[in-house]
């Protein structure tokens, strides 16, 4: 992948930008006592989105071995607010919040519907905080890159719940907790960012180097993982009292505040599965989990 490609990513990742009422939005959305799982997927370059490779590969598998959802909702890394908002609109547009790549990812339209009810339900479900419906957003490239490889025909409603980025890792894993009525409702909750992301200290020289760090990224990559499988979340929510490493594998918080939210949404008894378990560049790793 090209030096600008990566270096222009940065400048999209800072873009800032009662029961029973729920019960009525679901129409055919009714209660099961099957659970959708949740996901935290390591979304990495904006270019993952129409390149065939090991992990766009795997996000393929995941729409084809999963039970298919009636919508998804995605907390992207790249959605960033001061408060919280969901979209809610009903033909959400698709965001090229990059610059410097080829045309042909800038072509890309990923025409999924929203789904103004689930919205306006989402809104209903937290009630920690006023929850914002917003008609400007749209999918961001933190969304459409992942989901237009696990659902490729674009039949699946999506919205997206944007990061509080006034707000620490510790409000989000609470937040999260609100949202645990709709794995019963078949929605698919995905959180998408990356545990390691240092854009800045990216090793171009070993960009095509299979599953290379440098030993701060590796340090972080497996405790990031030990801690996960420990299911020690308040760990996790204080990840910078971790290890001296995790300020260099979390300059900013934006792309590690989604796993906050698939943590917050895990339940007793749900192991995770790790998948697209490699770093990237030195500074980056694209390791994802699942739960459920």
Do not use: C
């Amino acid at each position: 992948m090209r030096r600008k490609q990566f270096i222009t990513t940065i400048a999209g990742g800072i873009v800032m930008s009662s029961l029973g009422a729920f019960n009525r939005f679901t129409g055919d959305l009714s209660p099961s006592d099957e659970k959708m799982p949740v996901l935290f997927i390591g979304h990495g370059s904006p270019m993952n989105g129409i390149e065939n490779n090991g992990f766009s590969r795997q996000w393929q598998n995941l729409g084809t071995s999963l039970e298919t959802p009636k919508a998804v909702l995605v907390i992207s890394a790249h959605w960033l607010t001061n408060g919280t908002h969901v979209t809610a609109m009903d033909h959400p547009k698709t965001i090229h919040d990059f610059g410097g790549f080829p045309q042909e990812l800038f072509d890309v339209q990923y025409p999924a519907p929203g789904d103004s009810k689930l919205a306006r339900e989402t809104k209903s479900l937290i009630q920690s905080t006023n929850v914002g419906l917003d008609h400007d957003w749209g999918l961001d490239h933190g969304a459409w890159t992942v989901v237009r490889h696990m659902y490729p025909q674009a039949n699946i409603p999506v919205i997206q719940l944007s990061i509080d980025y006034s707000k620490p890792a510790s409000y989000h894993y609470e937040l999260a907790k609100e949202l645990a009525a709709l794995r019963k409702k078949g929605v698919l909750i995905i959180g998408s960012g990356n545990m390691v992301h240092n854009l800045r200290m990216i090793d171009w020289k070993n960009m095509d180097t299979d599953n290379y760090g440098y030993d701060w990224a590796i340090e972080m990559h497996e405790l990031f993982k030990n801690k996960i499988s420990d299911g020690d979340h308040q760990a996790l929510i204080n990840y910078e009292q971790l290890s001296k490493s995790a300020k260099l594998a979390i300059p900013t918080p934006d792309h590690y505040y989604p796993l906050m939210y698939i943590l917050g949404l895990q339940e007793k008894n749900e192991d995770p599965v790790f998948f697209n378990d490699k770093l990237v560049a030195g500074s980056l790793n694209m390791t994802s989990v699942k739960f459920g």
